[in-house]
Structure formats: structure tokens, C-alpha cells
């Protein structure tokens, strides 16, 4: 649990992840990882179709399989190191105190999963290199990373500005209340405004819930203001963090089983589509 | 997990189908030559073909591997399909899938670590040789016109590919098939066909269960062969899966892949197909044609059927001189040419191995045995590698006191050794044996020892032994209880 795990590629949000590392780094007095996954691509380069196989083609074809790798996998390598470097002196630049790097082969998933035992926190970019910024989309492996990774991810969006105050999204769920325990034993929001909001209709069973969470902040020490909210609950809570001038929102992520997200959809694939603020995931 | 199943899927689309239709096209004559082998028609070995690489897909545990009727097993099945007919061996190929499938179930896929690299290089070459074999029938008492148009066939096959553009867009083997029949039908030649080896598919397969009796008599005629059938085929595609996860630098499930092949064997069985395996040459196809992930071998599958069904006439017609030639194609990728050319770098124990591997399977026809004979002479040949690392030291303390110290491995083949080094006939009042040191690995070793002992006190002498206790711990049969690191280093300092 002593390292603060940034996901860095070539993709436009790489700063914004860096300097948010370096923010949390700073509030939780942790090292700051900086990580570069060297993934393979799955395609094979060059096409033989010729089909014709003779003395020695295994052999041969290794040596060229090899070759190629060794060569595309060495300007990755390169690549990647400079894409620490930067990253590295951002960090540096953003405040942080201990900064390591590290590259590793294989994929996002398996690399992180790795890292797991010790991370404390995660932080990543909504989308990847492959996408356009503007896309309203989840980068290809942000949700598989959040399904597979036990630790809280921050996940940055387009912009990271160090949040003066926080929101949680809290329905009363058993992940809600494990992500509000986990909000009220970390240093890493301690002393900051927090905005406790449900998205109605509240039952009397949810009124009570939130009144015990509401006391479980402020026993933490935290100022706790409370708001209840009609609608549609992504775009009624995004309405809410742009009136308040909210950095930050933290939810507990899939509360409901695989299938009935396939059906119904999940209020957090959504918002981590859509939030244009800085989320942090609890599971 | 969702993402996993996508990615071996969907992650290489283009390269998966143009892979697959490469490799159908090269399926087809083989899935005939094999069931021409196995003596049964054509259509068995395109079902099978078929049906297993369409089932393996889905179930096995090597993406881009392709599976389908191989010889391997085709010549296996060659006294069944002759003493006992089509149905039997359509019972053993699902037997064999039972058998397989347990076999994934008991974990048996990482016994492969006992099969050396030598077994498995004796192997591969084994299997090139006879399937090369294989061919020599279509090639004596024919006139010279076979021999022509064979060569020709293996002209194209090896300079197409030489030619600029297309020779890297067109399959050769796919060309020699195409030129020879054109040439076989523009001169009305009349030479052998593959219409005139048996009946080819004309449908879709139908789900059919295999007519023979289900009682005890069946089972004992048709467990024999199921069973070197699932040991061949799951031999083989364990190889295989090794070659693929080599040349693409990543991993496979071998435990799955064993219970895929099963299931895929069932599959052909049910389906009136023969039992296959992993394919050795058409697997390095496909790699080297750009297929990566599962859909390969579906669309080699599919693509198969689809001709096969849809151009059945046109198939008729092919020369079987054409299938030698893609057939002997085929031996020769298949057979490990650094192997012959590190014959001479390798230990000679090595080279042994491969050579009996390859003797016995050439011999028997039988690749289990080859096998089975690699595996026990390579296990010889490393005991005796270890039982030179044992060492008796003796030293003289005066007053008639002598004593020996053990440092090394004691087992059964350095059982005779050890009793060697003592000196019997000195005349010694007092004798210290000092085992601490020494590994005792067997029953042998610790009686040897007991041996050495009352030798000595019946030429008089007062023996002391040093160490006993820690040495016989070290007999470490269920290596379960030291298998943690720490266990194993003070295992292995000599306590």
C-alpha cells in the first residue's frame, strides 16, 4: 500500500493524470509511481500468403517473428522512457517529493494487477491514445481496470484542477457506504468541504441512511452539506458539481451485478463517460 | 474477461480470415491424403476437418492454432477402419474424446514438462517422415506422368511464392491444385483422381451416433486404439501449442486445449468425421500467413465446408499427384531442419534421444511408442548424468580410524558406486561415515548404505555414522512438504 500508482501514455490526458498523481502523492505523503505498460499490438505486421512451407520455415519465421518485435518493441521502449521523463518532471514541477518510474510488458490489466498488493491509489485517464479527447467515450481499458482492480482509481478527465471541495454520490447502497468509509479514514480529501447528495426519490429507510452517513463525516472532522436531487442522475449531478463549483466526485462504482448493468445500463459507466470532473472510484 | 474472449476473437479480423482461407485451401488436400491413409473416404477426414477446427475455436486453449484430421492420428486408426469398419472408428473418435477430456480434467497437459526437447524435435521429424511415407503409394506403379506433374507441383509450390507481388497474395499450394487439374483435364490424362479414392461430401454433415453395439465387446475393441489416439493427439497438439506460443511470444492454456480437443473429437465423431489433433504444418501457415487469435481457425473450418460442399465436382477432379505435392509440401515444413544441423553441437545423449524417438515411431508407425521409448531414454540418460555428481572422500586418522565422508546425490544408479568406494579388505578397528553431506534419494541408497555398514562390522571394525538422520530426510518423496524456497535451499546446501 505505498505507492500511488499514475497510468502514463501517450495520450493527451497523461499530464492531467501526472499532476493529479502528484496532488493525491502530496495529500497521502506517498511515493508517486509513475507507470508506462508496453502493450503488444495483437495484429501481425506482414502478410505471407503464400502458404508454401519448405525446409527450415519454422525456424525461419521466429527469426523474423523476432526480428520484427525486437525492433518495434525497442521504439516503444524508447518511447515510452520519454513519456516518463516528461511525466516525471511534471510531477516534480507539480509539487511531488519521491517520484519512481517504471515500465513493464504485457497489458494494462495484468500489469496493474501486478502493482495491486502495493497500491494505494490508482489514477488514470478516461481515454487512452487512441481516442479523440472529445469523444464521450471510455477509453478501452478504464472499465476492465476498474473491474479488476481492487484499489480506488481516480480517474482524470480532461483537466485536473486540486478540488477545493468534493462531492459523494451516495444512494445508500453497500458499496456507497463502503466508499463513504473509506472517504472518512483517508487523508486524502481530510479538511476539504464535502457535499453529500442523493438523487431522489428518498425513501424513509434512504433519510435515515444519509443522516448516519452524514454523521459518520462529520465525526471524521469533515463540514458536511447535504442535498437531495430530482432527475436523471447523471446529468442532475453534473448540474449540481457546476452550480457548487465541484472538483471532484466520489462514487462507489458498480453497485449492481453485470447483468442488470446489461440491461438497465450503470450509473457509473455513465458518468464515467460523461463527468467532465475528476471521479474517484471506491469498490 | 469479456474483453479477453473479444480480443482472441475479434482482435485481428483481416488477418484471421485471410489466414484461414489460406489454411482451408491447404486443409482440404490434406484432410483427403489423411483419410486416404486411414482407409476410409475422403469425406470422413473433411467432416472432421471441419468440425474440429470450427469446435477448437471455441474450446481450446492456443488461439491461432489449428486443429483438424492429421496424420498422426489417420495412422492409428488404419487396422480398426480394416478389421472392424467406419463405425468403430467413429466410436473410438469419441472415446477419445471422452479420454481427453478427462485427461484436461486430471491436469495431465503439464506431464508434457517430462517430455524432453529432444522427444519433441524425434517427434515432429517423426511424424514429417510419415507422412512422407505416406505418399510412396500414390507414387509406385504409376506411370511417368505422376512423377511429372508431382514435380511440377513441388516447381510451383516453392517458385510462386519467388515471384514479385502476387507470389506473396496467392497460396502456391492453391495454384499447383489449380494448374495441375487444368493440365490433368485439357490432355485427358489417365491418372488417379481424388473421385477414384472414395465418395466426397455432397451435404452439410447431420449429427449421427455411431452404429455399433454399446456393450463391453465394443468397448474393448475400441479402447485400445482410443486411447493411443488421445495420447497421440494430445501429444501432438501440446507440441504444437508450444511451436505457436514460440513463434507469436505468448501464452496458452495447455489444460484447456487438452479438453478443447475433446470436446472437438466428440464433436467429429458424432458428425461422422475421424479423430484429429493439433496440425503441426498448418499451424506455422497460419502464423505465417497473419492468423493470430481463435477466429482463424474457425474460418479455416468454415471455409472448408463451404468449398468442399460447393465445389465437390471440381474437387473429384484433382489429381491425387497434386496432393502428393502439397502433401510432401508439408513433410518437409514440418520436419525440423535445425535439428539435423545441430546434431552435431548437441550431446550425443541428446542426439540419441531424437534419433531412437524418431527410429521407433518410423518403425512401429506408432507415435505414442516413439514417444514413450524418447521419454525413458532421456530419464536413463539424465540419472546417469546425476550419479556423477557423488564423491567418497577418505582420510586416514591413525590407530587403525578411518573415515569417509559422502558428499553428493545417492540413488539407485549411484548405489553401486558408493559401496565401491569403501575400502572392505583395510584392517580398521574404528570407521566414521560421514553422510551428513550426502542426498539420499531412494530405498536403494539407504540400503546400500546399510550394506556398507555391516561389511564393515563383519571384518571387525566399530562403525560410527555421522549425519544419518539429515541424510535420510532428505529422501523426499512428496516434495509437497519442501516445496517452499527456504526448504529447498537448505535441501540443497547439504542441511
Not at chain 1, 99 to 115: E, F, T
Not at chain 1, 245 to 263: E, K, N, P, T, Y
Amino acid at each position: 500500500m505505498n505507492n500511488i500508482v499514475a497510468c502514463i501514455d501517450g495520450s493527451a490526458s497523461a499530464r492531467c493524470v501526472t499532476i493529479a498523481a502528484a496532488w493525491a502523492s502530496g495529500r497521502l505523503d506517498t511515493r508517486l509511481l509513475l507507470l508506462h505498460v508496453l502493450e503488444r499490438p495483437s495484429a501481425p505486421p506482414a502478410q505471407d500468403l503464400s502458404g508454401a512451407i519448405g525446409l527450415g520455415s519454422r525456424e525461419q519465421l521466429l527469426e523474423e517473428l523476432t526480428a520484427l518485435d525486437e525492433r518495434r518493441e525497442k521504439l516503444a521502449l524508447e518511447h515510452g522512457r520519454h513519456l516518463l521523463e516528461d511525466a516525471e518532471a511534471i510531477a516534480v514541477n507539480a509539487g511531488a517529493r519521491d517520484v519512481a518510474r517504471k515500465q513493464r510488458h504485457g497489458d494494462l490489466v495484468g500489469a496493474l494487477r501486478d502493482l495491486e498488493e502495493d497500491t494505494r491509489l490508482l489514477v488514470m485517464g478516461r481515454l487512452g491514445e487512441d481516442h479523440d479527447i472529445a469523444a464521450h467515450t471510455i477509453g478501452s481499458h478504464l472499465e476492465s481496470v476498474v473491474r479488476s482492480v481492487h484499489r480506488p482509481i481516480m480517474v482524470v478527465m480532461r483537466e485536473f484542477v486540486a478540488p477545493r471541495q468534493f462531492m459523494i454520490a451516495y444512494d445508500g447502497s453497500a458499496t456507497a457506504s463502503k466508499a463513504l468509509e473509506l472517504v472518512a479514514d483517508s487523508p486524502l480529501l481530510a479538511g476539504l468541504p464535502c457535499h453529500l447528495v442523493t438523487v431522489g426519490p428518498v425513501t424513509a429507510e434512504q433519510t435515515r441512511q444519509i443522516g448516519q452517513a452524514r454523521d459518520t463525516l462529520a465525526e471524521a472532522g469533515f463540514d458536511v452539506t447535504t442535498a437531495t436531487l430530482e432527475g436523471e442522475v447523471q446529468s442532475a449531478l453534473g448540474q449540481y458539481h457546476r452550480d457548487q463549483g465541484i472538483d471532484l466526485m466520489v462514487m462507489g462504482a458498480w453497485g449492481h451485478s453485470r447483468i442488470r448493468q446489461f440491461f438497465v445500463g450503470s450509473n457509473t459507466t455513465r458518468m464515467l463517460s460523461h463527468s467532465d470532473i475528476t471521479l474517484l472510484l471506491l469498490r | 474477461m469479456l474483453a479477453t474472449l473479444k480480443q482472441e476473437w475479434f482482435g485481428n479480423i483481416r488477418g484471421d480470415l485471410l489466414a484461414g482461407l489460406v489454411v482451408a485451401l491447404a486443409l482440404i488436400p490434406e484432410a483427403i491424403a489423411f483419410s486416404i491413409i486411414a482407409g476410409v473416404d475422403p469425406k470422413v477426414g473433411l467432416y472432421a476437418s471441419f468440425c474440429i477446427a470450427v469446435v477448437i475455436a471455441f474450446t481450446g486453449g492456443r488461439p491461432g492454432m489449428i486443429s483438424a484430421a492429421t496424420g498422426a492420428m489417420a495412422l492409428l486408426m488404419i487396422t480398426l477402419v480394416r478389421e472392424h469398419g467406419l463405425e468403430y472408428l467413429l466410436a473410438a473418435t469419441v472415446l477419445t474424446g471422452m479420454l481427453q477430456i478427462l485427461a484436461g480434467f486430471l491436469r495431465l497437459g503439464s506431464l508434457m514438462r517430462f517430455v524432453s526437447r529432444s522427444v519433441v524435435t524425434g517427434f515432429v521429424n517423426a511424424l514429417a517422415i510419415l507422412i512422407f511415407l505416406a505418399q510412396i503409394p500414390e507414387l509406385t506403379g504409376v506411370t511417368w506422368h505422376v512423377y511429372a506433374m508431382t514435380a511440377t507441383g513441388l516447381g510451383i509450390i516453392y517458385l510462386f511464392p519467388l515471384l514479385p507481388r502476387v507470389g506473396k497474395l496467392i497460396p502456391s499450394p492453391l495454384v499447383c491444385i489449380l494448374s495441375l487439374t487444368a493440365v490433368a483435364i485439357l490432355l485427358q490424362l489417365d491418372i488417379r483422381t481424388v473421385g477414384d479414392m472414395g465418395e466426397l461430401p455432397d451435404t452439410l454433415p447431420v449429427f449421427l451416433w455411431p452404429d455399433v453395439p454399446l456393450n463391453f465387446a465394443t468397448l474393448t475393441i475400441i479402447f485400445p486404439y482410443a486411447a493411443a489416439l488421445a495420447v497421440v493427439g494430445l501429444l501432438e497438439s501440446m507440441m504444437t501449442a508450444t511451436i505457436v506460443d514460440d513463434l507469436t511470444d505468448t501464452e496458452s492454456d495447455k489444460n484447456r486445449e487438452c479438453k478443447g480437443q475433446g470436446i472437438a473429437n466428440i464433436g467429429a465423431g458424432l458428425l461422422g468425421g475421424m479423430a484429429g489433433c493439433a496440425m503441426i504444418g498448418q499451424s506455422v501457415i497460419n502464423v505465417k500467413s497473419g492468423g493470430r487469435g481463435r477466429l482463424s481457425c474457425f474460418a479455416a473450418g468454415t471455409f472448408l465446408l463451404l468449398m468442399v460442399v460447393f465445389l465437390g465436382d471440381w474437387l473429384t477432379r484433382i489429381p491425387m499427384a497434386a496432393l502428393v505435392a502439397v502433401m510432401i509440401m508439408v513433410s518437409i515444413g514440418t520436419f525440423s531442419w535445425d535439428s539435423i544441423r545441430n546434431l552435431r553441437q548437441h550431446p550425443l545423449s541428446s542426439s540419441i534421444v531424437m534419433l531412437a524417438t524418431v527410429v521407433v515411431v518410423v518403425g512401429t508407425h506408432n507415435l505414442a511408442l516413439g514417444v514413450l521409448v524418447g521419454v525413458l531414454l532421456a530419464a536413463l540418460f539424465f540419472a546417469n548424468k546425476i550419479s556423477r555428481f557423488m564423491l567418497v572422500k577418505a582420510a586416514d586418522e591413525g590407530d587403525g580410524h578411518r573415515v569417509y565422508t559422502v558428499i553428493g546425490q545417492v540413488f539407485f544408479a549411484t548405489a553401486d558406486g558408493f559401496i565401491a568406494a569403501f575400502d572392505f579388505k583395510e584392517a580398521l578397528e574404528r570407521v566414521t561415515i560421514d553422510v551428513s553431506a550426502a542426498h539420499f534419494w531412494d530405498i536403494t541408497s539407504v540400503s546400500a548404505l546399510d550394506k556398507v555398514v555391516i561389511k564393515f562390522r563383519r571384518e571387525g571394525a566399530e562403525v560410527n555414522l555421522v549425519g544419518m538422520n539429515e541424510a535420510s530426510a532428505t529422501i523426499v518423496d512428496r516434495f509437497g512438504v519442501h516445496d517452499k524456497p527456504e526448504a529447498i535451499a537448505s535441501l540443497m546446501s547439504g542441511h
